[in-house]
């Protein structure tokens, strides 16, 4: 069974930094790319960033390039969000997923980041 | 960026009736169309991928179709927990980008 768990999210102040890790299993996690998609509260999904199955390849959406890093531990099965310089339009939601079985079927549970002072 | 225009905003029917979802993308996605699912509090639910391939465990009542830019998903006969918000996502290209959703509700 697929299972992707997300995990360091909570309260941070405006400019600050926080990381977020998603613990995967139940699949071949250095075979596949993964991504991060977020929503702010009551709002839509809103993909974040993308890392390919070797770490190799990343992409941003543009308001967070240069502000958050993609990474991924293949040993560990873990993937991860660097965020810093946090601002309010962060506060969301943040999901993890993954290309396996043709992009997106599974996601973890979500967690949810507050930016707020 | 390819921008995902999805309509409608919300929807209201009955138990029983059919629907459909639209999804319109400014440029050829190329089929890399996926529906979901997501209800209040939960992560969102592949239905659909690729146009019109029903993922494991969706009822048949859900079918996809489309090409080029236009997309729809089809609920051929509403079942009371259908009765959520529905989003596309396209994956031809970066960034990726989703619809804007469909609340779904009970007329």
């Known amino acids: 069974e697929v299972q992707l768990v997300e995990s360091g999210g909570g309260l941070v102040q405006p400019g600050r930094s926080m990381k977020l890790s998603c613990a995967a299993s139940g699949f071949t996690f250095s075979n596949y790319g993964m991504a991060w998609v977020r929503q702010a509260p009551k709002k839509g999904l809103e993909w974040v960033a993308y890392?390919?199955?070797?770490?190799?390849?990343?992409y941003y959406r543009d308001p967070v390039k240069g502000r958050f890093t993609i990474s991924r531990d293949n040993a560990k099965s873990t993937l991860y969000l660097q965020m810093d310089s946090l601002r309010s339009e962060d506060t969301a939601t943040y999901y993890c997923t993954t290309t396996y079985a043709h992009w997106f079927a599974y996601w973890g549970q979500g967690t949810l980041v507050t930016v707020s002072s | 960026d390819i921008q995902m225009t999805q309509s409608p905003s919300f929807l209201s029917a009955s138990v029983g009736d059919r629907v459909t979802i639209n999804c319109k993308a400014s440029q050829n996605i190329n089929k890399y169309l996926n529906w979901y699912q997501q209800k209040l509090g939960e992560a969102p639910k592949r239905l659909i991928y690729n146009t019109n391939n029903l993922q494991t465990g969706i009822p048949s009542r859900f079918s996809g179709s489309g090409s080029g830019t236009d997309y729809t998903l089809t609920i051929s006969s509403l079942q009371p927990e259908d009765f959520a918000t529905y989003f596309c996502?396209?994956?031809?290209?970066?960034?990726?980008?989703f619809g804007s959703g469909t609340k779904l509700e009970i007329k």
């Open positions: 996502l396209q994956h031809n290209s970066f960034p990726l980008t």
């Open positions: 890392i390919s199955y070797d770490g190799g390849s990343t």
